[in-house]
Nanobody, 116 residues
Framework: QVQVVESGGGLVQAGGSLRLSCAASRTIFSIDVMDWYRQAPGKAREWVARIASGGSTNYADSVKGRFAISRDNDNNSVYLQMNSLKPEDTAVYYC??????????WGQGTQVTVSS
């Protein structure tokens, strides 16, 4: 099963930027889909962004135009560039990897806090 580890969270003021990283234990090309999810206190986990093995990307409406998902094949990593951050973006952000036919893998999460 793929292992993923997130990093890059922190505290930022509203309007600022952060870049989250997700390192995978195998080549990105062998992973069908990599997603970012987030979970705010007292709320359900929600999907944020996706990058497929072919390179296509998708975003939740709440982050479209502000967040960008990308990958670095040489470093087996996926990134989430978060710009124009809002207090409502405060959450634990999770990286997830899906290889069809195998259980979805999750990282331990990284905290993002946006102050107003």
């Amino acid at each position: 099963q793929v292992q993923v580890v997130e990093s890059g969270g922190g505290l930022v003021q509203a309007g600022g930027s952060l870049r989250l990283s997700c390192a995978a234990s195998r080549t990105i090309f062998s992973i069908d889909v990599m997603d970012w999810y987030r979970q705010a206190p007292g709320k359900a986990r929600e999907w944020v962004a996706r990058i497929a093995s072919g390179g296509s990307t998708n975003y939740a409406d709440s982050v479209k135009g502000r967040f960008a998902i990308s990958r670095d094949n040489d470093n087996n990593s996926v990134y989430l560039q978060m710009n124009s951050l809002k207090p409502e973006d405060t959450a634990v952000y999770y990286c997830s990897a899906l290889v069809i036919g195998s259980p979805r893998s999750w990282g331990q999460g990284t905290q993002v806090t946006v102050s107003s």
